[in-house]
T-cell receptor, first 111, second 113 residues
Framework: EDQVTQSPEALRLQEGESSSLNCSYT??????LFWYRQDPGKGPEFLFT???AGEEKEKERLKATLTKKESFLHITAPKPEDSATYLC????????????FGKGTLLTVNP | GAVVSQHPSRVICKSGTSVKIECRSL??????MFWYRQFPKQSLMLMAT?????????EQGVEKDKFLINHASLTLSTLTVTSAHPEDSSFYIC?????????FGQGTRLTVV
C-alpha cells in the first residue's frame, strides 16, 4: 500500500527563520511527487512536481528536492504570508493522475 | 495554470436531504475529474474518479449509491450526496489533471444538521 508521511505535523517559525518540511514515501513505481499549499477553507494550490531523484525546483522562497525515499520543502527567510498547510502527494505509475496525500504540515510564521 | 471552479463553497442541509456539488473546468476540457473528502487535520482522501461519458470509479469503502457522480460533459462533473447525515459533514474537493499536474477547485464545506 502506498504511504506518504509528512513531518513535522506543525511548525512555528519566526519571520526570516529558514527551515525544511519533510515528506517520506513508500510507493511502488513513483511517477511524480507533488507539493501543494492549502489555506484554511480553500482547495490546494499547486507548487511543484518532482519526477526523479536529484531533481530540484524553486519558486520564490520555496525549494523542493527529491530523493528515492523522501522530499524536502525548504523555506528560506519565510514571511507571515507563507503561513499555510503544505501538502505532499505522490502519483504512482499507471494510476491516471490519482494522488495519495500526506496529512500535511501546518506552518505558522510569526512576524 | 488551469482553473477549476467548484460550487457552492459552503452548504448547510438538513439530515435526509440531498446536496449537489458542481465542479467545472473553465479553460480546458477534463475527461477525468477526481473527488476528494477532507476531515479536519486529516489528509485528502480520494473518493472517486469521474470519467466523461462513463461510470465513475469509486475507492474502496465509498458508497456509490450515496455519493452519486455524474460527468456528462467535458467541463462539468457533479457529486450528489444523497440522504445526507451529520457524519457526511466534511470538506469536499474536486480536481482535474492537466499536463501532468492536478488543479483543484476551491472546495465545498458541507454541514449536515
Amino acid at each position: 500500500e502506498d504511504q506518504v508521511t509528512q513531518s513535522p505535523e506543525a511548525l512555528r517559525l519566526q519571520e526570516g527563520e529558514s527551515s525544511s518540511l519533510n515528506c517520506s514515501y513508500t510507493v511502488s513505481g513513483l511517477r511524480g511527487l507533488f507539493w501543494y499549499r492549502q489555506d484554511p477553507g480553500k482547495g490546494p494550490e499547486f507548487l511543484f512536481t518532482l519526477y526523479s531523484a536529484g531533481e530540484e525546483k524553486e519558486k520564490e522562497r520555496l525549494k523542493a528536492t527529491l530523493t528515492k525515499k523522501e522530499s524536502f520543502l525548504h523555506i528560506t527567510a519565510p514571511k507571515p504570508e507563507d503561513s499555510a498547510t503544505y501538502l505532499c502527494a505522490v502519483q504512482v505509475g499507471g494510476s491516471n493522475y490519482k494522488l495519495t496525500f500526506g496529512k500535511g504540515t501546518l506552518l505558522t510564521v510569526n512576524p | 495554470g488551469a482553473v477549476v471552479s467548484q460550487h457552492p463553497s459552503r452548504v448547510i442541509c438538513k439530515s435526509g436531504t440531498s446536496v449537489k456539488i458542481e465542479c467545472r473546468s473553465l479553460d480546458f476540457q477534463a475527461t477525468t475529474m477526481f473527488w476528494y473528502r477532507q476531515f479536519p487535520k486529516q489528509s485528502l482522501m480520494l473518493m472517486a474518479t469521474s470519467n466523461e461519458g462513463s461510470k465513475a470509479t469509486y475507492e474502496q469503502g465509498v458508497e456509490k449509491d450515496k455519493f452519486l457522480i455524474n460527468h456528462a460533459s467535458l467541463t462539468l462533473s457533479t457529486l450528489t450526496v444523497t440522504s445526507a447525515h451529520p457524519e457526511d459533514s466534511s470538506f469536499y474537493i474536486c480536481s482535474a489533471p492537466v499536463g501532468g499536474e492536478a488543479f483543484f477547485g476551491q472546495g465545498t464545506r458541507l454541514t449536515v444538521v
